[in-house]
């Protein structure tokens, strides 16, 4: 299970337009800002900026400029796989040490979409034992055994949420490394990198 929410794309006017400087191009470009200041891309600057993306990492630097800000909520083994994209990005996640104890554990709290039944069952026993650790937790904070019983017993379907600062260079990486995977979370971002504005353009960009 992923779930995408918040999405924000901010830049790209000022991408654009500093993509023009190394040619001095300004006058060639066509987007313009409606009533309400909202930032609309022409077609000639749509077009500039594919042919630079296709062009490889060396002329197309104005999608390092190119921000994007999303909130991610995955379970813990698909944010390990996150975590190789470093380079460029940033996130705040929401803090299992701090606040595992905050509320009951339910199946809600973990991917669980594709367990069969005997997984289904497992998962009930891990949280009916959870459960069982927080109550004694709170009712003793100063005994931390169940606090480290609970923090090393979390499977790594626990779901978490991070929100994300990334850029469409980072996109173009993340889309042609992971669109083929077989895990379905990075299958549910591919479809939403699709989503984004300009993404046809200047994200997915290779046959």
């Known amino acids: 299970m992923l779930k995408v929410e918040r999405t924000s794309v901010m830049n790209i006017d ?21 009533e309400n200041g909202k930032f609309i891309i022409g077609a000639a600057d749509l077009d500039f900026g594919h042919r630079l993306a ?24 698909w944010w390990k796989e996150f975590d190789t994209y470093k380079v460029g990005t940033v996130a705040n996640s929401t803090s299992t040490m701090h606040k595992i104890h905050a509320k009951e554990f339910s199946r809600d709290d973990f991917s669980h979409d594709r367990l069969d039944e005997g997984g289904l069952n497992l998962l009930d026993a891990i949280i009916d034992y959870l459960e069982c650790e927080r109550q004694k937790f709170l009712e003793n904070k100063e005994d ?21 600062t990334l850029n ?3 996109l173009i990486n993340i889309y042609y ?7 379905a979370e990075w299958h549910t971002l591919c479809d939403w ?12 960009i290779r046959e």
């Open 14 to 34: 000022n991408a654009i337009r500093g993509a023009r400087n190394p040619m001095n191009s300004w006058a060639k470009s066509d987007s313009t800002y409606d």
């Open 54 to 77: 296709v062009a490889g990492s060396d002329h197309r630097k104005f999608l390092r400029q190119v921000f994007v800000s999303v909130d991610i909520t995955a379970p813990l083994y």
């Open 144 to 164: 931390r055994q169940s606090w480290h019983n609970m923090i090393q017993m979390l499977p790594s379907s626990y779901n978490q949420m991070r929100t994300v």
């Open 168 to 170: 469409y260079e980072n």
């Open 177 to 183: 490394a992971r669109r083929t995977h077989k895990l």
């Open 193 to 204: 990198i699709e989503s984004l504005p300009c993404a046809a353009e200047w994200i997915c």
